[in-house]
């Protein structure tokens, strides 16, 4: 090893332990960093770290590939969640048992430090059907320990996992479930079953009235391009400095208009910017329909019926490129609950590499679909893709890999993470307000049902500067671990693909023993023992889980919590949450996601919203004007009424009339704090809130996380950004149907 990557290694370790001691949240196994490896022979030169490209000529980006198919909002923003995340993963070699296939395939060397002990296990690790022994002298408290925890094992009874609906995760699947010694139910199960993991949706099978799932009712619908751009927009609108990470993105075909618009008068500002934007469509995944353009008018809109849905979205143009080639990050996170919210995120992730060196856009090489877009699924088809058995060469490699080249480069990889971390973070404060409401649709309330939690891919570009930028997030990652390779000319097979195996296996083993229900059950009971009635000790259960988790014979978790770990720098962010809750209170019927014009006025008076300036007659015309221009064109009687995202605009529209000093946040927290408090006066306030995605929850959580606001947030702050509330009200333009249950 050269002294340079001697220091960069050490660099790193000091770095890994900041990250730790700052979250006070030691990991037990010490990962050490690998070596970086010195370049395969035949990759290009790793000092390439730049935004130049050679030329090449590829085919044509519509053409068939597969076979298969602001301003500045103050100081407050950055009190709320600029402070720097120090939590380091600890990249480098993630320590994760053998899994299936690799597991039979390796032995290989281990060192697992003990919390506490100081105690270094040191020794091979073998296959053993799927168990996996470590060799190590052991001292006393060590043996009883682990002897107690096998007994606790031996006595509980298996966990059940109806796997029947598993589709592609099946395989990574199986092999979790066999390490970790649990029951799977390939074909279902009459009985009920802890577990029920699906492969595509909630409702993969039906009427589950107990256990757990792993998908939440309407996130295929919540993440489809145009909600996930929609649900952004509102929260950049609150939180203009906060939400810069997400590509400023024009909803097709409503928008289009005003894109155009915007589009000209930038161009006619400065004719030396030529800015190009991506089209993607609505339901597409893949890269499947998406193309680049640098002129309006080169968007292939069609009329009618036949219009295309999808967004348009500035294109990142400046991508940070490793070898020449640009390259994307998938990464999973864990959203374990979402009342209260728990989310963790993988420490290894997989990072996605173009198969053309880059060149920035030009009219020339707009269409070279391998140059621009780093979907595996196409670039798998380029002749220059490369399968490598090896994480860190390839055209698919581990996120570790990829930072530890960063670092070695001088690249501080401590901020990119803590940059991530704050990205996913906040993505999921942004969509969890609309999948409260799918969720009490689903489950109202006293309705027996399964609690949810579910593993999503996050999509990641990182800037030439190294800023991260969310591309979109996937509500159904592939979990495959095998890739498909051409064996012959236009024959294609699926062979395994260790990369993929070592992260995926490893991020599901992981989320098992997360929703493993015993633990739950220890943990509520604690909690009631102990009586629990704060938010705070949530985390400080959530964090025990982990701890607790990791003490036992298995590997230490590589899924990290975040949430609500830096709860106190995104707190404030949750105000379309707080706005969501008011929307379910008034939903009224079971199942509703929409509110009708008589629930807007109980909202209204109940709230004592009304005066001499904003009589009840002007709140009937609110609602018709903000229904008919969101619902648009709906024919189903049923999808009929105000859904929460109009509830939102209605509501930012009022508190913009009442409060017309303060910038937009003031305006909503403000409002919001009076309706809040005239809630909490009402007889039986209390229990009425009703924001019910855990049923089982003290009263006292919900209160904390719904009905406070953060006085960092009443302080005063510098002007808005946005245009007028009228004018905004005006602008936002009829959205996609909200439709539940249709996630197949
Ligand atoms: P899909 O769901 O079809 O994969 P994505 O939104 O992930 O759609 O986009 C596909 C690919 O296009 C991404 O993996 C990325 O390489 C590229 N891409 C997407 N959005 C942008 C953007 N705003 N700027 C630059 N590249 C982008």
């Given at each position: 090893?050269?002294d ?12 890994k332990?900041?990250?730790?001691d ?25 000092s ?29 923003d950055?009190?709320c969640s ?10 480098g ?9 690799n597991?039979n395939r390796?032995?290989h060397?281990q060192?697992l430090?003990?919390?506490?002990t ?8 073998e ?9 190590a002298s052991?001292n006393?408290q ?12 031996r ?11 598993a589709?592609t ?6 092999i ?9 139910f390939?074909?279902?199960r ?14 993969d099978?039906?009427?589950?009235v ?19 751009s929609?649900a952004?927009r ?5 939180f203009?400095?906060e ?8 909803i097709?075909p ?5 894109f155009?618009?915007q589009?000209?008068?930038v161009k ?5 910017v ?21 002129d309006?008018?080169d ?7 036949q219009?295309?849905?999808g967004?348009v979205q ?24 979402m009342e209260?919210?728990e ?6 992730g997989?990072?996605?590499f173009?198969t ?10 707009l ?8 979907n ?8 220059n ?5 090896s ?7 581990t996120l570790?890999s990829?930072?530890y080249?960063?670092a070695?480069k ?6 990119v993470?803590?940059d ?8 999921v ?18 309705k027996p049902?399964?609690?949810?939690f579910?593993?999503?891919?996050f ?20 979990m495959?671990?095998e890739?498909?390779?051409e064996?012959?000319?236009?024959v ?13 296996v490893?991020v599901?083993?992981d989320?098992l ?13 604690q ?9 705070e000790?949530?985390?400080?259960e ?15 978790l590589?899924?990290k919590q975040?949430y609500?770990?830096y709860s106190k ?6 105000l379309v ?18 509110l009708?014009p008589?629930a807007f ?13 904003f ?5 009937d015309?609110l609602?018709i ?6 619902s ?9 009424g105000?859904?929460?995202q ?22 909503v ?17 209390e ?13 006292a959580?919900k209160t ?10 009443s302080?005063?702050?510098p002007?808005?950004?946005?245009a ?9 333009l ?11």
């Amino acid at each position: 090893m050269s002294d340079h990557y001697v220091k960069v290694k050490v660099q790193l370790e000091q770095m890994k332990t900041l990250g730790e001691d700052e979250g006070k949240q030691g990991v037990d196994a010490e990962e050490h960093l690998q070596e970086p490896s010195p370049p395969a022979s035949g990759s290009p030169d790793p000092s390439s770290i730049n935004t130049s490209g050679g030329d090449a000529s590829s085919p044509s980006i519509t053409s068939k590939l597969r076979g298969k198919g602001r301003t500045k909002q103050g100081k407050d923003d950055k009190n709320c969640s600029g402070k720097h995340i120090s939590d380091l993963p600890s990249h480098g070699s993630v320590v994760s048992a053998p899994s299936g296939r690799n597991q039979n395939r390796l032995e290989h060397e281990q060192t697992l430090h003990v919390r506490g002990t100081g105690k270094v296990l040191q020794g091979k690790s073998e296959s053993n059907g799927n168990c996996v022994t470590v060799h190590a002298s052991k001292n006393v408290q060590e043996t009883r320990r682990e002897d107690g925890l096998k007994l606790s094992q031996r006595k509980r009874r298996p966990v059940t996992v109806d796997t029947s609906k598993a589709k592609t995760s099946l395989e990574a699947l199986k092999i979790s479930i066999k390490y970790l010694k649990w029951k799977e139910f390939p074909l279902g199960r009459r009985a009920a079953c802890d577990i029920y993991w699906h492969g595509v949706s909630f409702h993969d099978n039906e009427n589950i009235v107990s256990g757990q799932v792993n998908k939440f009712p309407g996130m295929i619908d919540m993440l489809r391009k145009i909600n996930l751009s929609r649900a952004m927009r509102t929260t950049q609108e609150l939180f203009p400095e906060e939400y810069d990470f997400y590509p400023r993105s024009w909803i097709l075909p409503e928008e289009y208009q005003q894109f155009s618009t915007q589009i000209r008068m930038v161009k006619e500002n400065d004719a030396t910017v030529n800015p190009t934007f991506i089209v993607k469509p609505d339901g597409g995944s893949q890269g499947d329909g998406i193309y680049l353009i640098r002129d309006p008018s080169d968007l292939k809109l069609m009329a009618g019926s036949q219009a295309k849905q999808g967004v348009v979205q500035e294109y990142i143009h400046k991508p940070l490129l490793i070898d020449k080639l640009k390259f994307d990050i998938r990464l999973y996170v864990l959203i374990k609950s979402m009342e209260p919210l728990e989310i963790y995120i993988a420490k290894e992730g997989l990072t996605r590499f173009c198969t053309e060196p880059y060149q920035e856009p030009s009219q020339k090489n707009l269409s070279h679909v391998f140059m621009h877009l780093t979907n595996y699924s196409l670039n798998v088809h380029s002749g220059n893709f490369i399968h490598s058995d090896s994480q860190n060469t390839g055209s698919k490699r581990t996120l570790s890999s990829v930072l530890y080249r960063l670092a070695a480069k001088g690249v501080d990889i401590k901020r990119v993470w803590s940059d991530i971390i704050a990205l996913v973070i906040k993505t999921v404060i942004a969509v969890v307000p609309e999948l409260k409401v799918y969720y009490q649709a689903e489950i109202p309330p006293g309705k027996p049902g399964p609690t949810c939690f579910q593993i999503l891919g996050f999509d990641i570009l990182l800037m030439k500067n190294l800023k991260p930028i969310l591309l979109e997030v996937n509500s159904n990652p592939s979990m495959r671990i095998e890739h498909e390779k051409e064996v012959s000319p236009g024959v294609f097979e699926y062979v395994p693909s260790p990369v993929d195996e070592d992260v995926k296996v490893g991020v599901i083993r992981d989320t098992l023993r997360l929703m493993d229900p015993g633990l739950k059950k220890a943990s509520v009971s604690q909690s009631k023992a102990g009586g629990f009635e704060h938010k705070e000790e949530i985390s400080v259960e959530g964090e025990k889980q982990e701890k607790s988790l990791e003490e036992g014979v298995l590997p230490s978790l590589c899924l990290k919590q975040v949430y609500p770990k830096y709860s106190k720098q995104f707190n404030c962010l949750r105000l379309v949450e707080r706005i969501a809750s008011l929307f379910i209170r008034f939903l009224g019927v079971k199942g509703n996601m929409r509110l009708g014009p008589t629930a807007f006025r109980t909202f209204f008076r109940t709230c004592k919203l009304s005066n001499s300036n904003f009589t009840m007659a002007s709140v009937d015309i609110l609602y018709i004007d903000i229904t008919r221009r969101w619902s648009g064109t709906i024919s189903d009687s049923r999808e009929a009424g105000m859904g929460l995202q109009a509830f939102v605009e209605a509501f930012f529209f009022l508190a913009g009339r009442r409060f017309k000093s303060l910038v937009l946040r003031e305006q909503v927290v403000s409002l919001l704090e009076l309706c809040e408090a005239q809630l909490e006066s009402q007889p039986g306030g209390e229990d009425r809130r009703s924001v019910s995605c855990s049923r089982a929850l003290p009263r006292a959580v919900k209160t904390q996380t719904l009905g406070q606001a953060n006085p960092q947030l009443s302080s005063p702050a510098p002007q808005r950004r946005a245009a007028s509330q009228d004018y905004r009200l005006h602008q936002r333009l009829k959205p996609r149907m909200l439709r539940a249950n249709v996630e197949n």
